[in-house]
């Protein structure tokens, strides 16, 4: 049998094992009614555009986590042309999106088997309470060594800090015996080469890997992962 190529896997949670497209279209229904706005595909759609924008200026260092949770609101309701507090509908909306984990198919599963193979540390960009919200309500937190929160950290992905934390939860001192596994590139991806981690992409679409980063492996399915932990999978 092939000789296991690491020690750890450093995991994005959104969009890579939460499904978060269902969980922000949960949580903003249930936000909006406080906050006296209608809840429609129209306004959940401006919403994430204006909330993924923030989220983009957050990984260059441009905005602040305490800053985004408000300020998202803050547009989304002067888009709108709604009155009232835009804090209110924060605390509402991360209460409400605290309680959505709900899984990508297979990722449950996945997760169960990767954990005899090797430590999985969750990374993740997000607010504590939020993310930690969701993995207490999901059968992950149990397979999970660990998790590292950008709010928590003061850092974000791509900052290599966050992985170096990962790391350290697995007592993994060395970026080479340490696979990333996550669907951003800007995020995720960079955050590997920062580090000098491995980076597998998870990339169910097939979009372009436009800004070139370095991939080692490509994959559209998480049941892949099981081969490059294995060793069975040298790159590609």
Known sequence: MPKRRYDVLLCDADNTLFDFSAAEANAFAIACAPAGVKSTPENLALYSRINDALWKR???????????????????????????????????????????AVPLPGAIEAVARWRRVLPVVIVTNGISATQ?????????REMIAGMVVSEEVGAAKPDPKMLRLGMEIAGVQDPGRALMLGDSLSSDIAGAANA???????????????PGLPVRYEIRSLDEVDAILTGEREEG
Do not use: I, K
């Open 58 to 100: 957050l990984e260059r260092g441009e905005v602040t986590q305490a800053e985004l949770r408000v300020r998202r609101f803050e547009q989304f309701m002067d888009a709108v042309g709604a009155t009232g507090d835009a804090r209110s509908f924060a605390d509402h909306y991360a209460d409400a999106l605290a309680a959505q």
């Open 132 to 140: 930690r919200g969701r993995m207490a309500r999901s059968p992950l």
């Open 196 to 210: 000098g981690v491995d980076a597998c992409w998870y990339n169910p679409r097939g979009e372009r890997n436009a």
